[in-house]
């Protein structure tokens, strides 16, 4: 029939474009590539830990060294010879522990706002002769005659000059500050504790005579809670007396101005 071509035409076109579409569909399906799948996203790592700022930086020393410095465990005799030397100074001689003696240093200032001074390390030897007591154990007081066992000490911190003393401390700086790491305070500035002991030192307050005193066992400990409960430098500053205490506390603020930025509380 006339009307079968445009028919079948019609079919056969239908047919053809099916076909043809199916072929597309499949095919670009076939090659087209598969997705990626998603990428898990960190977190950014965080940030490194900030260094603690720096207090009071040491300026450098403006001229250089002659040499440079030993190392830490070959720097006694250097230090040792360099102390005695300087003036007003002979007399350390004889109170110096020659051995580690930077190392000892360190430890002594890094313990004395603490309550207790490892003794076996530290760079001056014990003071001679026995503490002086006054009373029996109903009122025992302590004897302003015990002051007088400090005199050559008090004698060699008048005579010693303070700038000189820090000057010889910045030209060894280097070797204070790898000893303070060393006992455990990577990456913190040894002069900030420094100025952090004087300043404990300079607060200890002056407590007038007579100083009571208690014995529980073979030790005197402070009477007052207060007081005994205060750092073993401040202790050691009381049991010195108070005009000793305030000839220590003067020296210790001359070498405060050269090695604190700001100013003592």
Do not use: C
Not at 212 to 225: C, E, S
């Amino acid at each position: 029939m006339p009307t079968e071509k445009p028919i079948i035409w019609a079919a056969a076109i239908a047919v053809l474009a099916g076909a043809a579409a199916l072929y597309y569909y499949f095919h670009s399906h076939e090659s087209a590539p598969a997705p990626p799948p998603p990428q898990l996203r960190l977190p950014p790592p965080p940030p490194p830990p900030a260094q603690p700022a720096i207090a009071n930086p040491l300026p450098s020393n403006p001229a250089p060294a002659a040499k440079p410095l030993p190392s830490l465990s070959d720097s006694d005799a250097l230090v040792h010879d360099s102390l005695v030397a300087l003036p007003g100074a002979a007399a350390l001689e004889k109170f110096l522990v020659p051995q580690m003696l930077v190392r000892h240093i360190v430890v002594t200032i890094d313990n004395l706002p603490r309550k207790k001074v490892a003794v076996e390390q530290r760079p001056i030897k014990s003071t001679s002769g026995q503490f002086v007591t006054r009373g029996d154990a109903d009122s025992l007081t302590m004897s302003t005659q015990n002051f007088a066992r400090y005199a050559p000490f008090i004698e060699l911190v008048k005579g010693t000059d303070a700038h000189q003393l820090v000057q010889l401390y910045r030209q060894y700086y280097p070797l204070f500050q790898q000893a303070y790491e060393d006992l455990g305070y990577p990456g913190q500035y040894f002069n900030d504790r420094v100025v952090q002991v004087i300043d404990d030192l300079l607060a200890t307050p002056d407590v007038p005579g007579p100083v009571a005193l208690t014995q529980p066992n073979v030790m005197f400990l402070y009477a007052d809670p207060k007081l005994e409960a205060r750092s073993a430098g401040q202790k050691t500053l009381i049991r010195m007396g108070s005009e000793n205490e305030s000839l220590i506390k003067q020296k210790l603020q001359q070498i405060r101005a050269e090695i604190a930025l700001k100013k003592a509380a």
